[in-house]
């Protein structure tokens, strides 16, 4: 154990620099018992802006289909499904869509019945971008397609949707419905839609409704689409959304992001390097499906611009949008910013209010691309190609941009930005605010690959600790370079920390991802100064909000996240806690070497209206509680402690579809007697103490 008795959280008052006074310090104690102090009267020069409590969203996985998006069918458009191998082995593995697709059906549609060779696919002329469904009926059968959904029937029983169709020879009416899983004699809701004859699309609404206690929750449903009679029709752009629908998107999702109070909302991520903003803006029966090449999917576009910054709006959050400096060009880039922000006397104004939305769009920051330094990314650049190309987009955007709205430059990690961060700052500097940096770490990625779990344990949890160190070289980095000197600041646009579910290690997903949270949330608000901005990965999916088998529900590091984002004050006040420590050798790979990590991580801000003091403590110890006596200084408490706290019986807890509260805060009450407080904190736990002014 490290015996030296003062280790400093690098909390500075000196905007991250290592000199000067600490407001949060550590000092070693061989004792079981922590001591902490807060000093009320001592408050950093700065104020903790509502930007640390960022979040970040991106089309990946199920975060836009399946996430945010209300719309409940897969390839909607009934185009080709170009996706990847992995991803359609990953998808697809049933045996029913070797049949399916060599029936001429796209993924992942199914035949109703098996009539045999009933279907072609057919392109040009389609409703909705490329490809089309032409069916051909039998008299007397049902030839028709279904695809499985799940549906949120705890909150919705009435269903609507739009299908595009055309009756070649002759009218005929359409079935729509639910039917119970691969059993299409087992209708649970019905009904028709008339097509008249002709050779042009026609839309045609339908609304499904579920008799009550039909579908259990989380069961899945087929939804069918199905022609009784001998006529041949073609179909295009199958929609279908619950009735609850907020503008197409889930009114869980809403309530949920809302209730996080993420001041900044980040559109980003490998996606958008090869993102182009005009497929998703328009009426959606007329955007294009685009294969999403970074991850290996199709995308319907749903969800573009406009859908973007209508969420943004309904959850409170400004739009942080990262631009294509990958495949896109200045010229996109200009116009996409134009679309948001110009007048509608501009070309791109225009178009914005002819779609709609006549008043220019409140963005909350731009991003000149994303992680380009990586082979991964497409697009990607050498640090002169990124300086060089940096240049030419800011100079193409910078006159539409308000003095309000921010511009980030494209940093590297803190773990390899010299290189990278030094060419943009020596011949951008003076067109430079924010340089952006992700961590983004694997806690079973180990050095010492015979660590036993407690050293795996305590190597993951330690760092934030290794974060908030490193801050130091990227700040003297940019001090050494006049042009930047004290103006330049960090923005972590991405932070989460993940492991396999078979290493049982701290992860998003689990009780140990909150406590790595709470301490990275630490770590952030200590360091607002310097680091203003940070986007947890991600608002939904990864460590955000989760939506499985129709039921949304939220991941303990979300839970952390909104413990922050939800009581921290907007100052920081100087606290003392003697605890134990601990050092890491040989740890997680990208920060294997860590000194004086305490086990009982504190951070004391204050709400400069309310006064109000809140205390947030991670206890680090996975084994046991650490009691500690607490005492306030220059401030006079109210006789009861507002506590919450976030525990569960192992660091390997987690939510899901099935128990979506396993792991969320509890709340309590505790009677306080004059300025001094024993508390037991919980092993392996985050717990946020409220003292309110008398």
């Given at each position: 154990?490290?015996?030296?008795?003062?280790?400093?959280?690098?909390?500075?008052?000196?905007?991250?620099?290592?000199?000067?006074?600490?407001?949060?310090?550590?000092?070693?104690?061989?004792?079981?018992?922590?001591?902490?102090?807060?000093?009320?009267?001592?408050?950093?020069?700065?104020?903790?802006?509502?930007?640390?409590?960022?979040?970040?969203?991106?089309?990946?996985?199920?975060?836009?289909?399946?996430?945010?998006?209300?719309?409940?069918?897969?390839?909607?458009?009934?185009?080709?499904?170009?996706?990847?191998?992995?991803?359609?082995?990953?998808?697809?593995?049933?045996?029913?869509?070797?049949?399916?697709?060599?029936?001429?059906?796209?993924?992942?549609?199914?035949?109703?019945?098996?009539?045999?060779?009933?279907?072609?696919?057919?392109?040009?002329?389609?409703?909705?971008?490329?490809?089309y469904l032409f069916l051909m009926g039998i008299p007397g059968e049902e030839v028709g397609i279904r695809q499985a959904v799940y549906l949120p029937v705890e909150r919705e029983r009435e269903y609507v949707g739009l299908l595009f169709a055309?009756?070649?020879?002759?009218?005929?009416?359409?079935?729509?419905?639910?039917?119970?899983?691969?059993?299409?004699?087992?209708?649970?809701?019905?009904?028709?839609?008339?097509?008249?004859?002709?050779?042009?699309?026609?839309?045609?609404?339908?609304?499904?409704?579920?008799?009550?206690?039909?579908?259990?929750?989380?069961?899945?449903?087929?939804?069918?689409?199905?022609?009784?009679?001998?006529?041949?029709?073609?179909?295009?752009?199958?929609?279908?959304?619950?009735?609850?629908?907020?503008?197409?998107?889930?009114?869980?999702?809403?309530?949920?992001?809302?209730?996080?109070?993420?001041?900044?909302?980040?559109?980003?991520?490998?996606?958008?390097?090869?993102?182009?903003?005009?497929?998703?803006?328009?009426?959606?029966?007329?955007?294009?499906?685009?294969?999403?090449?970074?991850?290996?999917?199709?995308?319907?576009?749903?969800?573009?611009?406009?859908?973007?910054?209508?969420?943004?709006?309904?959850?409170?959050?400004?739009?942080?949008?990262?631009?294509?400096?990958?495949?896109?060009?200045?010229?996109?880039?200009?116009?996409?910013?134009?679309?948001?922000?110009?007048?509608?006397?501009?070309?791109?104004?225009?178009?914005?209010?002819?779609?709609?939305?006549?008043?220019?769009?409140?963005?909350?920051?731009?991003?000149?691309?994303?992680?380009?330094?990586?082979?991964?990314?497409?697009?990607?650049?050498?640090?002169?190609?990124?300086?060089?190309?940096?240049?030419?987009?800011?100079?193409?955007?910078?006159?539409?941009?308000?003095?309000?709205?921010?511009?980030?430059?494209?940093?590297?990690?803190?773990?390899?930005?010299?290189?990278?961060?030094?060419?943009?700052?020596?011949?951008?500097?003076?067109?430079?605010?924010?340089?952006?940096?992700?961590?983004?770490?694997?806690?079973?990625?180990?050095?010492?690959?015979?660590?036993?779990?407690?050293?795996?344990?305590?190597?993951?949890?330690?760092?934030?600790?290794?974060?908030?160190?490193?801050?130091?070289?990227?700040?003297?980095?940019?001090?050494?370079?006049?042009?930047?000197?004290?103006?330049?600041?960090?923005?972590?646009?991405?932070?989460?920390?993940?492991?396999?579910?078979?290493?049982?290690?701290?992860?998003?997903?689990?009780?140990?991802?909150?406590?790595?949270?709470?301490?990275?949330?630490?770590?952030?608000?200590?360091?607002?100064?310097?680091?203003?901005?940070?986007?947890?990965?991600?608002?939904?999916?990864?460590?955000?909000?989760?939506?499985?088998?129709?039921?949304?529900?939220?991941?303990?590091?979300?839970?952390?996240?909104?413990?922050?984002?939800?009581?921290?004050?907007?100052?920081?006040?100087?606290?003392?806690?003697?605890?134990?420590?601990?050092?890491?050798?040989?740890?997680?790979?990208?920060?294997?070497?860590?000194?004086?990590?305490?086990?009982?991580?504190?951070?004391?801000?204050?709400?400069?209206?309310?006064?109000?003091?809140?205390?947030?403590?991670?206890?680090?110890?996975?084994?046991?509680?650490?009691?500690?006596?607490?005492?306030?200084?220059?401030?006079?408490?109210?006789?009861?402690?507002?506590?919450?706290?976030?525990?569960?019986?192992?660091?390997?807890?987690?939510?899901?579809?099935?128990?979506?509260?396993?792991?969320?805060?509890?709340?309590?009450?505790?009677?306080?007697?004059?300025?001094?407080?024993?508390?037991?904190?919980?092993?392996?736990?985050?717990?946020?103490?409220?003292?309110?002014?008398?």
């Amino acid at each position: 154990m490290n015996t030296k008795t003062c280790f400093f959280l690098s909390l500075m008052l000196a905007a991250g620099n290592v000199r000067g006074q600490s407001v949060s310090r550590y000092e070693v104690t061989t004792r079981p018992e922590a001591s902490i102090e807060i000093h009320a009267a001592e408050t950093a020069p700065f104020r903790i802006p509502r930007t640390v409590y960022g979040t970040f969203l991106e089309d990946i996985g199920n975060s836009i289909f399946g996430g945010v998006s209300a719309q409940l069918l897969d390839n909607p458009s009934l185009e080709s499904y170009d996706a990847s191998l992995p991803y359609l082995r990953d998808h697809f593995p049933a045996p029913d869509f070797i049949r399916s697709s060599r029936d001429g059906l796209p993924l992942p549609w199914l035949p109703l019945r098996n009539l045999g060779m009933r279907f072609e696919p057919r392109w040009g002329n389609a409703a909705n971008s490329e490809r089309y469904l032409f069916l051909m009926g039998i008299p007397g059968e049902e030839v028709g397609i279904r695809q499985a959904v799940y549906l949120p029937v705890e909150r919705e029983r009435e269903y609507v949707g739009l299908l595009f169709a055309i009756a070649h020879e002759s009218a005929t009416d359409l079935s729509l419905s639910f039917r119970e899983p691969g059993n299409p004699d087992a209708v649970l809701a019905s009904t028709t839609v008339h097509i008249p004859e002709g050779e042009t699309w026609v839309k045609l609404p339908f609304r499904l409704t579920l008799p009550e206690g039909h579908v259990k929750p989380l069961t899945q449903v087929d939804f069918a689409v199905a022609l009784k009679t001998g006529q041949r029709i073609s179909l295009d752009e199958i929609r279908l959304y619950p009735a609850d629908a907020v503008d197409g998107l889930d009114p869980e999702i809403i309530a949920a992001a809302r209730s996080l109070h993420s001041w900044l909302l980040r559109y980003g991520g490998n996606y958008t390097s090869g993102y182009h903003w005009r497929d998703g803006v328009g009426p959606l029966d007329l955007r294009p499906t685009r294969l999403n090449q970074s991850w290996g999917y199709p995308v319907f576009n749903e969800f573009g611009t406009d859908e973007l910054m209508n969420f943004a709006r309904l959850i409170g959050a400004q739009a942080q949008i990262c631009l294509n400096l990958g495949s896109g060009t200045p010229q996109e880039a200009r116009q996409w910013v134009e679309y948001l922000q110009g007048a509608p006397t501009t070309t791109e104004g225009g178009r914005r209010a002819a779609n709609g939305h006549p008043a220019p769009y409140e963005v909350g920051a731009y991003e000149l691309g994303n992680e380009l330094w990586g082979r991964f990314q497409i697009g990607w650049l050498t640090p002169q190609g990124y300086a060089d190309r940096y240049k030419t987009f800011f100079h193409a955007i910078r006159d539409l941009v308000p003095p309000s709205t921010a511009l980030f430059a494209n940093g590297a990690d803190l773990d390899h930005f010299q290189d990278w961060n030094g060419k943009l700052l020596e011949q951008e500097g003076p067109d430079l605010s924010y340089l952006t940096t992700h961590f983004v770490v694997g806690v079973d990625d180990f050095v010492n690959k015979s660590a036993d779990l407690d050293a795996r344990i305590a190597a993951g949890f330690a760092l934030p600790i290794a974060v908030g160190n490193d801050l130091a070289a990227a700040k003297a980095q940019i001090d050494a370079n006049s042009a930047t000197r004290d103006r330049v600041k960090l923005a972590f646009t991405e932070w989460l920390f993940l492991s396999s579910p078979k290493a049982n290690l701290p992860s998003y997903a689990n009780l140990g991802g909150a406590i790595l949270t709470a301490g990275w949330m630490n770590m952030i608000l200590s360091h607002a100064d310097f680091v203003p901005i940070s986007d947890m990965t991600g608002l939904i999916e990864f460590g955000g909000i989760h939506k499985q088998r129709g039921r949304v529900y939220l991941t303990p590091q979300c839970w952390a996240f909104s413990l922050y984002s939800n009581y921290a004050g907007d100052t920081l006040v100087a606290s003392q806690t003697r605890v134990r420590t601990y050092n890491v050798h040989a740890g997680v790979r990208r920060a294997p070497e860590i000194a004086n990590v305490p086990y009982l991580d504190v951070l004391v801000t204050r709400h400069s209206e309310s006064g109000e003091l809140v205390l947030f403590a991670v206890n680090r110890d996975w084994k046991n509680p650490i009691p500690a006596s607490i005492r306030i200084r220059d401030f006079n408490p109210a006789a009861n402690v507002q506590v919450r706290t976030l525990d569960a019986e192992a660091i390997t807890a987690q939510n899901d579809e099935e128990h979506p509260d396993r792991v969320r805060p509890a709340s309590s009450t505790l009677p306080l007697a004059g300025t001094e407080l024993h508390y037991e904190f919980p092993a392996h736990s985050v717990t946020v103490l409220n003292f309110t002014p008398r």
